[in-house]
């Protein structure tokens, strides 16, 4: 369980997290969601430690993240899986060796434990045939795979997926979905998405928060969502022609 | 106030290079690969202008000799030094600020723009060190031999083009080569290599860290990394010189 607690941030005298406080849960998939500029992404990377906070906590089950310096966080980094918006591959490296990298830097393993392993995640992905070929042989949606396949090489107890759907076709999406939600599952992580995408709310919201210009604005499910009266949550759901559809129905 | 804020943020980022590396095993692969990355790569065009500068050299010192009482193997001594001192160190440095400079920049700032760093940075792995540290001790360590070779295939240029073009015999300019040899010349011209080899490296993988934006942000920083690191060498060649042989 990852818990923020009323945490504040801003750049240059502009506040752009405002006492945000919340609790994402272990085994569930947790959303943020929001409009553009809405704060998301600087939450992300505040929990993540890629942004200080400049006031509040961040607790890993129970551990107070925000407080540790650099070598102090590295127990708790090395649970952390991330899967980022373009894939973030290192481009010099074949899929293979991508997956196989935080084996290589962070464990003890062997080099055939960490094949063996980096091989075990791909078939995970589907992805069981790519291993010689470089990110940019291969397309969006096998680097998303490849992105979850190295995200999940350490087993995490915490996923992160930033904008997981951005870039993909509809039915890609669901694929990467399905796949997001079934690890979350079979390995009991805690899993905070950053998303936008409509479709992904509703299949996965189990928990979800709602920002709106830097402040918590509503939490609920996906059940909940289209019954909200939350006029700032309403205006960002329906804003879309299938939504709206979905609404009259 | 950019200047000393720059100043401090250099400083903090060349500390945070030094932190205790995860995996030496993995460093010094990398190591050996940026060795060759820098060092064999640029192997074709540190001769190529160390064998024109030795030629240069050779013919314009025979043109400029115009005072008969001045020995003819005089010209294979000004080359021979011409080339340990300042030319082989400096000009092949400044070629290697734009060559690799420019390229650890843009390979570190493409890195940055993508999220690569930000990767390694929630793994728990120390991003400067592993992408900066592997660079700065190949080229510190390659860029003497390169220089070296410099030297060589410079002297040679000109026994070359004295050759060709007439204007010293050989036996002369062999001469002028051995005459008055002082060792101290190479070990001045290693210092500055070194020198020069951190000044290019730590400048051009800190421009390329700090990149923020995209595509025309990795460009910016790739000439600014040229940019700096070619002034300081300069400044830094005044420097040395000034200290050690003045």
Not at chain 1, 157 to 178: A, F, M
Not at chain 1, 182 to 208: C, K, P
Request: with cysteine; aromatic share 10%; proline share 3%.
């Amino acid at each position: 369980m990852i818990e923020v607690k009323g945490i504040k941030k801003g750049f240059e005298g502009r506040t752009v997290l405002d006492d945000v406080s919340h609790r994402f849960e272990k085994g569930k998939v947790n959303l943020i969601i929001g409009g553009s500029g809405s704060g998301k992404t600087v939450l992300m990377k505040c929990l993540v430690g890629l942004f200080e906070v400049d006031k509040g906590s961040i607790e890993y089950d129970g551990r107070n993240f925000s407080e540790l310096d650099f070598d102090g966080r590295k127990p708790i980094r090395r649970e952390i899986g991330m899967l980022f918006q373009g894939g973030a591959l290192f481009d010099s490296m074949t899929v293979l060796q991508n997956v196989m990298f935080p084996l290589t830097m962070l464990s003890d393993l062997t080099e055939e434990e960490r094949i063996e392993r980096a091989n075990f995640c791909l078939q995970r992905v589907n992805l069981p045939s790519s291993n010689h070929l470089y990110p940019s042989e291969i397309s969006g949606g096998m680097k998303k795979r490849v992105a979850i396949a190295r995200a999940i090489a350490m087993n995490p107890k915490y996923l992160y997926c930033d904008e997981p759907n951005s870039g993909l076709d509809p039915k890609t999406s669901i694929v990467i979905d399905e796949l997001i939600m079934e690890l979350t599952e079979e390995y009991q992580t805690t899993t905070v998405i950053n998303t936008h995408d409509m479709n992904s709310v509703m299949t996965m919201g189990e928990n979800i928060l709602f920002i709106h210009k830097g402040k918590k604005w509503w939490t609920g499910n996906s059940d909940q969502i289209l019954q909200s009266e939350n006029p700032e949550l309403d205006s960002f759901i329906f804003a879309g022609k299938i939504m709206q559809k979905l609404r009259k129905n | 106030m950019n200047i000393l804020k720059d100043l401090g943020r250099y400083w903090l980022f060349i500390a945070s290079i030094f932190r205790r590396p995860e995996k030496w095993t993995v460093y010094r692969s990398r190591i050996a690969d940026e060795m060759v990355s820098i060092g064999i790569t640029s192997l074709g065009i540190v001769s190529l202008i160390s064998i024109f500068m030795g030629a240069v050299i050779t013919i314009q010192t025979v043109y400029n000799l115009v005072n008969p009482l001045v020995p003819l193997y005089v010209v294979g001594l000004v080359v021979r030094d011409s080339m340990i001192i300042e030319f082989s160190p400096t000009i092949i440095m400044l070629v290697l600020a734009g060559k690799v400079g420019s390229s650890i920049a843009s390979e570190i700032g493409t890195m940055r723009v993508t999220e690569q760093i930000d990767a390694l940075e929630i793994m728990g792995i120390n991003s400067t060190g592993y992408l900066v540290l592997p660079k700065m001790i190949a080229a510190i360590f390659i860029t003497p031999f390169l220089v070296l070779i410099s030297m060589f295939v410079g002297v040679f240029g000109g026994w070359v083009a004295g050759e060709l073009s007439g204007v010293i015999p050989s036996a002369e300019y062999i001469r002028g080569i051995q005459y008055q040899f002082l060792p101290f010349n190479v070990t001045f011209a290693m210092i500055k290599t070194v020198v020069f080899a951190y000044l290019v490296t730590s400048i051009s993988t800190f421009q390329g860290f700090y990149t923020e934006g995209g595509a025309l942000e990795v460009g910016r920083a790739s000439t600014r990394a040229v940019v700096h690191s070619s002034v300081l060498i300069l400044i830094f060649d005044y420097i040395l010189t000034q200290l050690i042989l003045a």
